[in-house]
């Protein structure tokens, strides 16, 4: 794969991503659309710019780690490691069928080349810190990245997890939490609020930054400030848009795990030109 | 002579403690151990190997699911995790974590349960673990093992650590008697004949296997042959020994110190149904016990030898004529 630093061509590389998000869970007839859409700019910034990692050896021992704990986002996890060469970009549209390696949530089972198995919602960050915990001890300077959503860290083991991760000073871990405001039954506010986020961050201590999760300089500009930071590990509070980058997907709950019509992705394939 | 004289059944250890000496012994040979802790560690034991190794060793708080969950972790990056708690907590606060972080995508973690049953006595039912065996056991691909004595314990250990996958190793508080020799040879996975005979089989894991040696040799006064096997290793289950026993003894007795509805007890039932059907009394907890001595509280709730006796006979009459 060839990486790059470069916003205009990740910025492609994010439209891309976001083409295959929408084909695939039409195609699958069921998934979680807004939540993928909402994390582009997240990942692509990670396996294009930032990881160190090698598509043609996954299994590196010195490679960076990358979990998706909220599992349910797959497809812009499965887009991006196709893209990148780690899988076939041919079977994506296999997604959620039968025997797929592109299962409904992601599993190590059927693909290998993930890092976790996730799905059940607030575990991740548990498992990146142990996996940040072995890489220290063996002296690598690997680091972990973990992307969460906001509903799922009213979870209580996402907070077990940050207390651990401050008090073992895990600063080669980086949680991202993809505050798009959003979850299943409605807005965040509205089911159980997690504001104000950054200060439960930084009360549990870690170093904390808000960006705006879609404006790719700001992404890349906070995973420089996290693999700088000493002595505690990062959390970047990335304010996202559910659905973002389609008009009518966004900011709409209806989309977090509705799959578009035929029309529909049709519509949305337009925008994203 | 008493069939039993051969087990003097001489006190012992708590398998907890054996747990921590043997989990500091595999750790000298293997630097890949390493060890998980939720506040416990001068409980179960899990301190020698934190004295040791500190640098291998995560105290992870009062937070059982996270220490599941870091121990899965550590596991991905290539480590050999021992994670360890009374077993109601870690079985019972850290299940979601063993099933999703280490059963399901077959991670290489060590989960022990210390305190289990109903022995550790004065702390009560709030501390006791009656259900670790059918939570682990719901585990697939995992290995569950109860042993009944140190020797026991360091078998296990020394297996699971060099067994790529999940096992639980369910260890007790109190001190339980010697069974095993320092040399004896503790297969994982077969069940250990201790006596032999044919009118019944015993069959038990953890503290129950002294206790079930205790009512073969009461049967043998009343000229009773009864077969005792150690099944230290409950899943997977020894289905052969359990046939041999059906078709050789006719009758089983089952004495376990869990909850009687899911423990060894079904799967010996479902194993003997599956290949040679007999009459089977079953040994265990019905629900939750209470304060009192280690000694007495397993008498109260009817664990002790008297008990395997009596059942031994009452399946031995409902053997077909």
Known sequence: MQKTSNPQELAEISKLVRRHIIEMIGEAKSGHPGGSLSAVEILVTLYWDVMRHDPANPKWPARDRFILSKGHAAPVLYAVMAECGYCPVDELKTLRKMGSIYQGHPDVRFLPVLEASTGSLGQGLSLALGMGSALKLDGLDSRVYAVFGDGEIQEGQIWEAAMYGSYHKLDNVCAIVDYNKIQLDGFVKDILDVAPLADKWRSFGWHTLEIDGHDLLQVKAAFVEAAATNGKPTCIVANTIKGKGVSFMENNPKWHGVAPSPAEVELALKELV | ?321
């Open chain 2, 1 to 321: 002579m008493s069939v039993a004289t051969k087990y003097e059944l001489k006190p012992g250890v708590a398998t907890r403690e054996a747990f921590g000496r043997a989990l500091a012994e595999v750790a000298r040979e293997n630097p890949n151990v390493v060890g998980c802790d939720a506040d416990l560690s001068k409980s179960t034991m899990m301190t020698y190997f934190a004295k040791e190794f500190p640098t291998r060793f995560f105290e992870c708080g009062i937070a059982e699911a996270n220490m599941v969950a870091i121990g899965a972790g550590l596991a991905m990056a290539g480590k050999i995790p021992f994670v360890s708690s009374f077993s109601c907590f870690v079985m019972n606060k850290g299940f979601e974590q063993l099933r999703t972080d280490v059963a399901y995508p077959n991670v290489n973690l060590k989960v022990v349960g210390t305190h289990s049953g109903i022995s550790i006595g004065e702390d009560g039912p709030s501390q006791m673990s009656i259900e670790d065996l059918a939570l682990a056991g719901a585990l697939p691909g995992f290995t569950v093992i109860s042993p009944a004595d140190e020797v026991a314990t360091r078998a296990a250990v020394r297996w699971a650590t060099d067994h790529f996958g999940g096992v639980f190793i369910r260890t007790g508080r109190a001190k339980v008697p010697v069974i095993y020799a320092a040399d004896a040879k503790i297969e994982i996975g077969k069940a250990n004949l201790l006596l032999p005979g044919t009118d019944v089989t015993l069959v038990a894991h953890g503290m129950m296997v002294a206790e079930c040696i205790r009512a073969a040799e009461a049967l043998d006064g009343e000229g009773i042959s009864a077969r005792v096997l150690d099944f230290h290793t409950i899943k997977p289950l020894d289905e052969a020994a359990l046939a041999q026993a059906a078709r050789e003894t006719g009758a089983l007795v089952v004495a376990e110190e869990h909850l009687v509805d899911c423990g060894l007890g079904v799967r010996v039932a479902q194993a003997v149904a599956r290949h040679a059907p007999a009459p089977i009394e079953f040994i265990g907890v019905e629900t939750y016990a209470e304060s009192g001595t280690p000694e007495g509280v397993p008498i109260k709730y009817g664990l002790t030898s008297a008990h395997i006796v009596a059942a031994a006979k009452k399946a031995i009459a409902r053997k077909s004529k």
